[in-house]
Nanobody
Framework: VQLVESGGGLVQAGGSLRLSCAASGRTFGYYAVGWFRQAPGKERAFVAGISWDSRRTSFEDSVKGRFTISRDGAENTVYLQMTRLKPEDTAVYHC???????????????WGQGTQVTVSS
């Protein structure tokens, strides 16, 4: 599965962005999809995830109430809607697919190259 993220950019604090994760080569099918982020000098960290059937979602505490995740089977795309962005949300955001929804990065098999999100104060 090849994953391509898009939608990143520069936004002011309080603004919104919607990231997309498109799959090619294979559909998302029964994969769970997770979003992770890595800021300079920091470890990669879980942000949000969605189960294969969209029935379960999971969010890191600092983004709860601000970020939502959804998947569009017809378009084979998963979205991360980010609102009320803060400077501390600045990072490279990666999507990944795996067999089950988990916050552990080792639970994901395929990864995208990432898209940069920069939030200015």
């Amino acid at each position: 599965v090849q994953l391509v993220e898009s939608g990143g950019g520069l936004v002011q604090a309080g603004g919104s962005l919607r990231l997309s994760c498109a799959a090619s080569g294979r559909t998302f099918g029964y994969y769970a999809v997770g979003w992770f982020r890595q800021a300079p000098g920091k470890e990669r960290a879980f942000v949000a995830g969605i189960s294969w059937d969209s029935r379960r979602t999971s969010f890191e505490d600092s983004v709860k109430g601000r970020f939502t995740i959804s998947r569009d089977g017809a378009e084979n795309t998963v979205y991360l809607q980010m609102t009320r962005l803060k400077p501390e949300d600045t990072a490279v955001y990666h999507c990944a697919v795996g067999g089950r929804l988990t916050q552990e990065s080792r639970g994901y098999t395929y990864w995208g190259q990432g898209t940069q999100v920069t939030v200015s104060s």
